[in-house]
């Protein structure tokens, strides 16, 4: 059979059908923007590293491909250093970009959908990329394989029109946008397979039997050579295909994609680097490589209606691409597909896309995963809308309609819960983009009147903080310095220390945990040091001659007691790490106590310059009263214990 060359359409438009699109494109959007600086929270270090690319290109660079962190295509981080241009070094400039890109995603997949289908088809589709999970948290991280989903549904939509309806504007605008696709993310190098295997398919379908001759040498040979040719242009011929537009789309393709086509050829070791990493030849060298294949096509077809993306930067840690409902619409889309695949070129499309679309996680370690499928949005959310359809046509009614709405309502509610409730509220989630470095460049940007020392471990493993925080040094101030700590060397820690002003108030706190992606126990990332002018005050009592509280303040609020203790040095500087105890009293009794070395162990006595003060705060359930006092690493109490009311 051949394959029949245009798709049954709908009546134009209706102004319902107009509504119901800037209906679905305002709920794509608002799960796209919604709390977009906040959630998820943290910057990832390849979303950093993509600011600080934008940032140098703000600076006048305008390289063709961006070298670093395994390298990156650029036209991502071109249209990304506008969004940063706009809203400064933060979150939400980092991510408004693809934001915008994820909601321009969803009318091209209208377009996509109503140029391989009808309005219909484009209308069901456009609504499952608005409200699915996984295009809703690709659009609110700065990652570039955000952008493919868009320059590819433009390309296949754009270009099967223009092929389709002999329009020569529209193929080229189609090439265009599949050269940019390449401009974008790795995942788009598998796509002109597609694109071929899909040409072969349709020839074969539309192939012209040719004769069967004996094989001979001479003038019989020459027949049967010229007899293959003919039948192969009668094929071709019979695919009905305007090849002015063929050849358009493929020349404008080339145009777009040669720049960085050439400087591939230059510098293949930079560009491809990072397949070879990722592949199973290299991460399951040893093994049998069909028994990998097969474990790994299993895993990514489980993908769609079993178990997702364990990885949380891409998704809640498991989750299925479709909810159930929508599962069951995409097995029937894809029953529709392989029933109508042989007459209709744009269903034996769809099935080759989304078969060489899905070979990269595949061949590539953690599947399935997310972002190296990438390639098969936005076709794939055409096959639930296919599914949706097919329900319409078998039973065009008003509670159809009202059904299908009602399932694709339930889907919005069910990835607005998901997202902002269980996946925003994961501490996981917050461990994988890297929380605590970016509460660490919140702090330090919430005090703009101090100096600013990030340790180099932090500065530099981080590339958040070297996006978020503008000045690494801060106001330049002599006396007022915020020191960041790596807290797990203690020499280093002291020597840093050491260098705060003379004279300061030093006060300290834990920073937030952070935990890394082959880690189980979560850590403190940093201490954070802070150091300000030191007001004269008298002392309020010595113990043993060597040092002096020359503050002692009791607050008290639903039923919490805070006592802010100053120490000092009583005279010289001390060798031994005294220990601080504060008890509190109920009824004569102790009721709760604190015990370590001052600012919760994050400093310690032997650390005391003359001038220096500790600024050393504890909180307890309230009492009657409280008793301070110091001992010594032996146990032995350093002079007489303070009784505060």
Known sequence: MGFRTRAASLPRPFPWEWAACLCIVGIGAALRFYALGRVPYGIYHDEAF????????????????????????PL????????????????????????????LTIPATYLLGRALFNRRVGLLAMAVCAVTFWPVALSRVSFRAGALPLFLGLAVALGWLGVQRRKLPLAILGGVA???????????????????VFVVIAV????????????????????????????????????????REVIAFLISTILVVAPLGVY?????????????????????????LVASLAKHAALAAGMFGGRGDTIARHNLPGRPVFDAWTFLFFVAGLGWLAVHSRKR?????????????????????????????????????????????ALWVWRPARWTAALVGALLCLSAVVTA??????????????????????????????????????????????????FLVPNRNGSGSADRVQLAVWPYEANAIKAAVAALPPGSLISAHRGALARGDLEATPFSLYTIYLAEPASPSSVVAEFGGVLALRSARLSSDHGVVRVQLQWQLAAAP???????????????????????????????????????????????????????GLYGPDGAPLGEALTLK
């Open 50 to 73: 993509y600011g600080l690319d934008a940032m140098s290109v703000l600076r006048g660079a305008h390289p063709i491909f961006f070298s670093a962190n395994n390298g990156r295509e």
């Open 76 to 103: 991502y981080i071109y249209l990304l250093s506008l969004s940063v241009a706009a809203f400064g070094r933060t979150p939400f400039g980092l991510r408004f970009a693809s934001a915008v890109i994820g909601t």
């Open 178 to 196: 599949y050269g940019l696709a390449f401009n974008t993310y790795t995942a788009a190098r598998v796509t002109p397979l597609a694109f071929a």
């Open 204 to 243: 074969w379908f539309c192939r012209t039997p040719a004769p069967v001759l004996p094989r001979s040498g001479g003038a019989g040979g020459e027949r049967q050579e010229n007899r293959l040719i003919n039948s192969a242009i009668s094929a071709l011929s019979a695919v009905n295909i305007e090849w």
């Open 264 to 288: 591939a050829l230059a510098h293949r070791a930079q560009v491809f680097a990072r397949e070879g990493q990722v592949s199973i030849l290299e991460t399951e060298r040893g093994g049998s």
């Open 345 to 389: 070129p744009s269903a034996a499309f769809v099935l080759v896309w989304l078969a060489v679309a899905i070979a990269p996680t595949v061949l590539a370690e953690d599947t399935p995963h997310f972002l190296r499928s990438i390639a098969m949005l936005p076709v794939l959310w055409l096959v639930p809308a296919l599914g949706f359809e």
């Open 417 to 466: 819960r998901d997202y902002f409730g269980r996946y925003a509220n994961d501490p996981v989630t917050g461990y994988y983009f890297e929380s605590a470095a970016t509460g660490l460049a919140g702090e330090i940007n919430s005090r703009p009147d101090f100096a600013a020392r990030i340790d180099d471990r932090l500065w530099d493993n981080f590339a958040s903080l070297r």
């Open 574 to 628: 001390v060798e031994v790490d005294y220990h601080v105890y504060v008890h509190v009293l109920s009824d004569g009794a102790l009721s709760a106590q604190a015990d370590g070395e001052p600012l919760k162990g994050l400093y310690h006595f032997s650390w005391l310059r003359p001038g220096d003060v500790l600024d050393d705060v504890y909180e307890l359930p309230a009492g009657d009263g409280v008793v301070v």
